[in-house]
């Protein structure tokens, strides 16, 4: 949000999400005269295990999701000392599967610290949930700034999109891309149908006691890891 305030439109036309390692692929080889209008914020994913690491140094970090575009964003030279392992929902299963693990037979231990996720948070996972929470965190920053948004799903939906932000259709705009239906939820390592993932996500983020991450607990990690930058 704050990158977006202070580069668009004065420094570039529009800004693109980064959050999907596919989207932004897409964007560097299909339409390289556009790379610089993509943020250059971290992915959840990197920022996270940077943040983990940086308070704890010695321990290592699995990314599990249903995402198999972040195997190959792990490998980059920039991120391989920050994410150690990334696994799909369903390689999880299968090593579940493969040691013979019951769930019938785990004793339920106390739960994470769920409730403290913003309920912007739990939405990322969705397409539009990115871009969601990114105007929120506009809104609380600069109420009243208008901001337009446009976001797509699937690779073909997402080339026309930018087939006209090339052609300058989407100037001032904040453009969310995600390559697969749906969004993270369809992603290729999934285990259910898109739709019922994406009634599980809403009704997590009803639940959430925050509703934008500018008001979450999260803000008081920020001047420690402003500080480590």
């Known amino acids: 949000a704050e990158e977006y305030l202070k580069h668009v439109p004065e420094k570039q036309p529009f800004m693109a999400t980064s959050c999907c390692p596919s989207w932004c692929d897409m ?3 299909m339409f390289p005269q556009l790379s610089n209008n993509i943020s250059v914020s971290l992915t959840h994913m990197v920022q996270t295990a940077r943040m983990i690491k940086s308070f704890f140094p010695d321990c290592k970090v699995a990314f599990v999701g249903p995402c198999d ?5 792990a490998s980059r030279r920039s991120v391989r000392s920050d ?3 990334v696994l799909t929902f369903e390689e999880v299963l299968g090593m579940f599967d493969a040691k013979g693990v019951d769930f019938e037979d785990i004793t339920q231990e106390e739960a994470c610290p769920l409730p403290s996720a913003s309920g912007d948070a739990r939405g990322f996972a969705v397409s539009g949930g990115v871009a969601h929470a990114v105007l929120a965190a506009i809104h609380a920053i600069e109420p009243g ?4 948004v ?8 997402c080339r026309k999109m930018l087939l006209m932000a090339k052609a300058g259709k989407y100037d001032g ?8 239906k749906g ?4 992603g290729a390592g999934t285990l259910q149908p898109v739709d ?3 009634k599980q996500v809403e009704k997590a983020h009803a639940e959430a006691k925050i509703s934008s991450a500018t008001g979450s607990g999260f803000k008081r990690f920020l001047p420690l890891w402003r500080a480590r930058e």
Not at 150 to 157: M, V, Y
């Open 27 to 29: 964007i560097k080889r």
């Open 69 to 73: 575009s972040k195997k190959l964003e």
């Open 83 to 85: 994410v150690d392992f």
């Open 145 to 148: 700034r208008n901001v337009k």
């Open 150 to 157: 446009a976001h797509a799903e699937g690779l073909e939906e």
């Open 173 to 180: 705009y904040l453009l969310e891309g995600m390559a697969c």
């Open 183 to 186: 969004g993270c939820i369809g």
């Open 196 to 198: 019922g993932a994406k």
